[in-house]
């Protein structure tokens, strides 16, 4: 397996992320704390994030949708959405998050569900991407990794 | 991030106890419930003794991602943590005794329930837990929220996302 060519691709692949505007700094940080006890710690706080967030987005959508409309709790459920994405460098969930809130400040129904949906899609984008950067950090594996692994 | 041993400045409470003590010691209490989780790190001196680093920090955080972020940021500076996802989880853990020993806690502002803040209120009219430093995290910078914690006596306050260098940055308040 060429793994200087797969390297490549994952450096690459993660620098587009960071020149998209998908990630920001908070994910090199996280990088930064991977070790032996837990190489793979990025990958696992992602997941626990792609896991956690699709409930919020339901229920941010019911907070909407539901007549009348909560908007205390699409306050609150958007704030969490908030720090979790800003938790694991998802600047563009995070800044849409803020873009929800703040219609939903203004009560403005139609607003909330452009966001909402904007958000959904953010969701995809991210999930996908950032599942593909594992599955190559997979195939390179810990110890052959230099992007990842601390020496 | 180097992972340096944190007596650079807090003196964590290093005490040498024989080694069946401290496997005794390393063997994680069950909860009571709860995202309860203890890690002891030992390290060996000598065949026969072994050097048990206990600094304890009770994280509280309604985010499954936060928790084990800042449990991560935390274990990497040698901290022993253990998580809760509520304040009144935490103050129930506390109150029947299944937490103890706890050097710091480290609390999100705002929570379901009962917030960090009320927390913060808590532990400090608590004659057992007011001498516990309490860290409050919160995404918004709000200074009056700021102020009005640090007066309830929060030994800090960081913006979140947390990182590592807030951390260090704790490490030389905690006794």
């Not at chain 1, 793994?3 to 020149?19: A, G, H, V, W």
């Not at chain 2, 029947?96 to 009219?125: A, C, F, Q, S």
Request: glycine share 4%; with cysteine; proline share 4%.
């Amino acid at each position: 397996m060429d793994y200087s060519n797969l390297r490549r691709q994952i450096i690459f692949m993660k620098k587009s992320f960071f020149d998209q505007g998908y990630l920001d700094e908070q994910f090199n940080q996280l990088e930064e704390l991977q070790d032996e006890s837990s190489p793979n710690f990025v990958e696992e706080v992602v997941a626990l994030f792609l896991k956690d967030s699709p409930r919020l987005l339901i229920n941010i959508e019911q907070a909407i949708e539901k007549y009348p409309q909560d908007f205390y709790r699409l306050d609150s459920l958007v704030h969490q959405l908030k720090g979790s994405a800003s938790s694991i460098g998802a600047v563009r969930m995070k800044n849409e998050c803020s873009v929800l809130k703040a219609h939903g400040n203004d009560k403005n129904l139609e607003g909330c569900r452009r966001s909402l949906q904007k958000m959904k899609r953010e969701h995809a984008t991210l999930k996908q991407k950032l599942e593909s950067y594992f599955q190559l950090l997979r195939q390179v594996g810990p110890r052959n990794s230099a992007v990842n692994s601390r020496k | 991030m180097a992972a340096a041993a944190p007596a650079l400045s807090l003196a964590p409470m290093a005490t040498t106890v024989t080694a069946a003590a401290a496997q005794k010691a390393a063997s994680p209490k069950a909860a009571a419930g709860g995202d309860v989780r203890k890690v002891v790190p030992v390290m060996a001196a000598a065949a026969d003794e072994v050097v048990v680093q206990e600094l304890h920090v009770l994280a509280v955080d309604d985010s499954v991602v936060d928790r084990a972020v800042i449990a991560k940021i935390l274990r990497s500076s040698k901290y022993r943590v253990t998580t809760v996802e509520s304040a009144t989880r935490a103050l129930e853990l506390l109150g029947l005794g299944l937490i103890t020993n706890v050097n710091m806690i480290i609390t999100d502002y705002w929570m379901p329930g009962m917030t960090g803040y009320e927390l913060l209120k808590r532990v400090k009219e608590s004659s057992e837990l007011k001498e516990i430093p309490v860290v409050i995290m919160s995404s918004e910078n709000v200074p009056n929220r700021i102020n009005r914690c640090l007066e309830e006596g929060a030994e800090d306050f960081l913006l979140k996302p947390v990182r590592p260098s807030d951390v260090s940055r704790l490490c030389s308040r905690i006794r």
